[in-house]
């Protein structure tokens, strides 16, 4: 990228080299149709054009090299005079014009309103890195001078004493990381917040809101103690909430900036947001989250009944409800001093150290526990010392707590009474995954030796995605419970069977429609919601005539074949006159549930694809009704047709996946019925036959060359260990599984991953 200011609509998550995490995101956002304020950024293109033109970065790593990294006055004192250093330069006149040009075409009509000025680095915002408030924004900005003004403080906070502290615990390199600048349309909150797509302290899969009066930034710095309320996720049901009594906000300045304004005493202790604008921020949380397939936290905000996004990123850590540790069992309520939200899992122990504003941070030594009424960014050297965080104010999303789950640091937010209850040099237990506060030192509870071993070897980890197979959406809450990475395999024809029992044809013919569309969304909405937000494929009818005639209704409407094996089955029955209108069926179940019931991690499958051109009228079907292939729809090709792979090439450019489909691919690359007793005693039946590997191997490679996602979804893997190790070796991507096979075939897929890196290691001894 060459530009020194772009557009927010110019920008997608990959741009995060150029324009930050928050920049990037905000324009993965606006480009998906979320609703995210008009903004632009400049680019580090135009950090680095600033600092080339007032040449201060010799004397910016000349600060740095002179840093006593053991003094968080040292730290300080260097940020200041490198901070010091941007104060002295202004902006080159070009770059000023540019700013003016954008600004202005903010506001339609020449009406100039105020802005809000974000800090975007290019480490910020990561999956592995949140730098939670390490740079600085600044908000309602008024005019073109405090603009600039501000855009230069934005670069300076690149080097805050906390910014250089956090990237050198975190080893990012200081000239590696550069800043960009967002600048945004100002949304005047009545109410604000912050939402994560999964319960950060104990990795539930639930949406956690946080909400309170006026500007966000009060209870992202952990000054106010916002109302937290919970929605499952695959319900859309609030299942807890906890309103907290705020007395005051944020609010605009008369001059731009912000200060503080009490709230009328009748709503200081009630409910920030009604129910039903909860569920409408979760469902745009939820939809992000689907749209980034990962948990993500987000900052959003209401103005004029309108709700707004802010900032995305994704989750950095989340506790584990399973493995934390937690003194509740051991603990006696009489020990109890102080109570709040648990923020941070784990135990922590120590004496306590209470910081007030204005005293050195060098007071925190390591093992301490940091008591104080809210943390702020400049803090994080010492919370990076301290053995526990406990907090006067603050929720699930404040400073104090984003940090310490990063840091891995037990944390206890929003007690009230911490800074007065306890005392410091006094003994204290921090239990971050209940939010309790005991006096003294409790004893950890101890665990059997063998559990941790029992887990390791019940779920190991693997390079290679590992999901299952679903028929029966009855199971699908009982099988989601497995640590699998999604359904690789949902057959609608069990649908069919079991909430229809009907032919579909016989349906439409009575005038069934929206009861056929309507029963099969249920069905599929089972499963995706149980599995919520893993992703699932469903594959689209494929019955063979046979099947269909033996359904209710099915003999008026299926005609009689001798081989119905290798008949009139999947796309070629769809794209027939007599089948049509039943797989629209299909189609508007599936945009139903997408859509009307939110679950958009529900992608698509056809099933035996012969050829090119029934691929394109299916693609104009499915247009029809609103379904097209997008980063959050994925449609797959069954790859079971030999023409699937000699044509691979073609295929590629209709799909954004394929799954292979051994049991027919065996079949029609043999020339063997797979139904054949005899030919199958003869062992002509077997996938791991050398041209059926050949086969799936070119498929392999000719998918990833055109950036194209592998799957199998035989029964290959769970009976043949070489069979399994074959597929690792040629790079699958994906193995999906029958649900009763899975821990033992994943095991198997862990160990020939390791039996490969080993192998390739001592490839590499040898050839050095």
Request: charge should be negative; proline fraction near 4%.
């Amino acid at each position: 990228m060459e530009k020194k200011i772009v557009d927010v609509n110019e920008l997608h998550v990959e741009d995060v080299p150029f324009v930050g995490g928050k920049g990037a995101n905000l324009g993965e956002l606006t480009n998906a149709g979320f609703p995210v304020p008009e903004a632009f950024v400049l680019t580090t293109v135009a950090y680095d054009y600033f600092i080339g033109s007032s040449r201060i970065f010799d004397a910016i790593n000349k600060e740095l090299d002179g840093i006593d990294r053991n003094s968080d006055d040292s730290l300080a004192a260097a940020s200041d005079k490198i901070r010091g250093l941007f104060e002295k330069y202004e902006i080159p006149g070009d770059l000023k014009d540019e700013i003016v040009s954008k600004y202005n075409a903010l506001f339609p009509g020449n009406k100039k309103g105020f802005v809000a000025v974000r800090s975007s680095a290019t480490a910020e915002d990561l999956p592995d890195a949140s730098f939670a408030g390490q740079q600085e924004t600044y908000l309602n900005v008024k005019n073109e001078a405090d603009l600039f003004d501000k855009i230069r403080k934005c670069w300076s906070s690149l080097f805050t004493a906390r910014a250089i502290a956090y990237r050198e615990k975190q080893g990012y390199s200081h000239s590696e990381v550069k800043l960009a600048v967002v600048v945004q349309r100002m949304v005047n909150s009545e109410v604000s917040g912050i939402m994560f797509t999964k319960n950060p302290n104990n990795g539930a899969e639930e949406i956690v809101i946080e909400a309170g009066y006026g500007l966000g930034e009060a209870i992202v710095g952990g000054e106010v103690t916002p109302d937290t309320y919970t929605v499952d996720k695959s319900k859309s049901e609030i299942t807890r909430k906890i309103v907290s009594k705020q007395t005051w906000k944020y609010v605009r300045g008369p001059k731009g900036g912000v200060k503080k304004q009490n709230i009328a005493k009748d709503a200081e202790e009630i409910q920030k947001i009604p129910d039903s604008r909860i569920k409408e921020v979760a469902k745009i949380g939820r939809q992000i989250e689907i749209h980034y397939n990962k948990p993500m936290d987000m900052e959003w905000c209401i103005e004029d009944d309108r709700v707004y996004i802010v900032q995305a990123r994704p989750i950095t850590v989340t506790g584990d409800s399973a493995t934390n540790e937690s003194a509740e069992a051991i603990g006696s309520s009489e020990d109890i001093i102080a109570t709040g939200l648990g923020a941070s899992p784990g135990l922590a122990m120590g004496k306590v150290v209470i910081y007030e504003a204005g005293m050195s941070l060098d007071i925190v030594k390591d093992g301490d526990i940091l008591v104080t009424e809210m943390t702020m960014p400049d803090m994080v050297p010492a919370m990076s010392r301290a053995a526990g965080i406990v907090t006067d104010e603050g929720g699930m999303t404040c400073h104090a707590a984003i940090i310490s789950r990063e840091l891995g640091t037990p944390c206890v937010v929003g007690t009230r009474i911490a800074t007065s209850a306890l005392k410091n040099g006094m003994e204290v237990t921090v239990d971050g995954t209940t939010g309790t506060v005991y006096k003294g030192l409790l004893k950890k509870k101890s665990e059997p030796e063998s559990a941790g071993k029992a887990v390791g070897e019940y779920v190991p980890v693997t390079g290679t995605k590992v999901m299952v197979n679903m028929s029966m959406p009855s199971k699908a809450e009982e099988i989601a419970r497995l640590p699998c990475d999604g359904v690789g395999l949902m057959r609608i024809e069990f649908l069919f069977t079991n909430y229809i029992g009907e032919h579909p044809c016989m349906v439409l013919e009575q005038g069934r429609k929206e009861e056929l569309i309507n029963k099969l969304a249920e069905g599929i909405s089972a499963v995706a919601s149980a599995f919520f937000p893993r992703p699932i494929t469903l594959r689209t009818s494929d019955f063979k005539t046979n099947e269909y005639r033996d359904m209710k209704g099915g003999a008026e409407y299926e005609p009689n074949e001798d081989n119905p094996m290798i008949g009139w089955r999947g796309c070629s029955r769809y794209v027939s006159d007599s089948y049509r209108e039943a797989f629209m069926c299909e189609l508007k179940a599936i945009k139903k549930v997408r859509d009307e019931m939110g679950l958009r991690n529900l992608n698509m499958m056809l099933p035996f694809v012969r050829t090119i051109e029934e691929v394109e009228e299916i693609t104009e079907m499915m247009k029809s009704v609103g379904l097209r292939r997008s980063k959050d729809f994925k449609l797959y090709f069954m790859a079971e047709v030999p023409v699937n792979i000699f044509m691979a090439d073609e295929f590629c450019k209709y799909c954004d996946a394929f799954s292979i489909g051994s049991n027919d691919l065996t079949q029609l690359t043999m020339g063997c019925d797979r139904d054949s007793d005899i030919l199958g005693r003869m062992g002509y039946f077997d996938e791991r036959n050398e041209g059926v590997k050949r086969a799936i191997a070119h498929l392999i490679k000719v998918a990833h060359e055109n950036g194209k996602f592998v799957s199998i979804c035989g029964q290959g893997p769970s009976v043949y260990p070489e069979f399994t190790e074959f597929l690792v070796e040629q790079g699958i991507d994906c193995i999906s599984l029958n649900p009763d096979t899975f821990i033992k075939t994943k095991g198997i897929i862990a160990s020939a991953e390791q039996k490969i890196i080993l192998r390739d290691l001592r490839n590499l001894r040898s050839r050095l």
